[in-house]
């Protein structure tokens, strides 16, 4: 299952969003009112969303300023987050993509409320 955020237009360099992102402490700020859950440290952050199961994700990869790719920490939950980011003089251009490998019982359950997250994640994004 992949759910693709919207290209947002952000007033700041790709340096300054990837640094940003980098630091998972930031990522509260980010985060939909529907999160009752959430911890962040050097190396993770969990996050819970009501209806799922806590995610805790850690960095995958990442090329310095234009991509951070994250990956859920458990083996029994299969997940990415990547943010890809373009940038255009003073300004930069973000899009999220989530990848879930999830059996169709629990796609059915979880895609309206992760289509949600990755649409509130953009959104806060483009207000930085």
């Known amino acids: 299952m992949t759910i693709e955020g919207n290209k947002v237009t952000v007033s700041k360099t790709a340096k300054d969003i990837f640094d940003f992102l980098a630091e998972f402490k930031n990522f509260e700020q980010l985060m939909p009112d529907e999160v009752q859950k959430f911890e962040a440290d050097k190396t993770s952050f969990v996050f819970g969303i009501k209806g ?9 990869s990442q090329v310095e300023h234009s991509q951070i790719i994250l990956e859920g920490a458990s083996s029994k939950l299969p997940v990415e987050l990547k943010a890809d980011i373009t940038e255009n003089g003073e300004s930069s251009e973000v899009k999220l993509t989530f990848n879930g490998d999830f059996n169709p ?6 895609q309206k409320p992760l289509k949600k997250f990755i649409e509130t994640l953009t959104i806060n994004i483009e207000k930085l």
Do not use: E, S
Request: no cysteine; charged share 35%.
């Open 52 to 60: 799922m199961p806590d995610v805790r994700l850690i960095k995958k």
């Open 105 to 110: 019982m629990i796609k059915m359950m979880v």
